[in-house]
């Protein structure tokens, strides 16, 4: 079994997430505006929590852990993490809303062209011929209080970096 390192997500909690288990807190649709291919993302990319039950509105969360940007969803008590990079042309994969595709098979559907992504193994899923292509799906553990941690298979070099020592 592979050795992973375990940081906690900061400043969010599993009862911060939005839930997409719940049928009434979803939203008819997330507008986002569409961003031609190749061009860098510009979308809202704010960290943290984004959800507005008042109107109806919910997504998922992004967050920064070990340098990765990382899209977070939670359905019932289990929270997927994956990059938040479309595998397609780099679309923000937090602001997409979540397909059941039965039996809890569960998918984000990008919110720039609608590619479909498993958030179990990362594939791509729709549009049909591409389930060659995958992104980085992340294990998530998650404590009785609440607290999120992703598994990663290493620090990033920020965490090995050390102040020059003069002689
Ligand atoms: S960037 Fe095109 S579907 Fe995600």
């Not at 940081?7 to 569409?34: F, M």
């Not at 011929?129 to 992703?150: A, C, D, L, M, R």
């Amino acid at each position: 079994m592979e050795n992973l390192v375990y940081l906690p997500v900061e400043k969010i909690h599993l009862n911060d997430l939005y839930d997409w288990s719940i049928p009434v807190q979803r939203c008819k649709s997330t507008k986002v505006a569409l961003s031609p291919v190749g061009s860098p993302a510009s979308s809202p990319r704010k960290s943290g929590v984004k959800v507005d039950l008042e109107n109806g509105k919910g997504t998922g969360s992004l967050v920064k852990t070990n340098e990765h940007d990382i899209a977070l969803f939670r359905y019932k008590t289990t929270v997927f993490a994956v990059k938040e990079e479309c595998p397609h042309a780099g679309g923000p994969l937090h602001l997409g809303e979540i397909e059941d595709l039965g039996d809890e098979l569960l998918c984000v559907r990008c919110p720039w062209h609608g590619w479909r992504i498993s958030l179990h193994d990362g594939h791509v899923t729709l549009p049909k011929g591409h389930n060659f292509q995958s992104t980085v799906v992340y294990p998530v553990k998650i404590t009785q209080e609440g607290q999120i941690s992703i598994g990663f298979r290493g620090l990033d070099s920020k965490y090995f970096k050390v102040d020059e020592v003069e002689f």
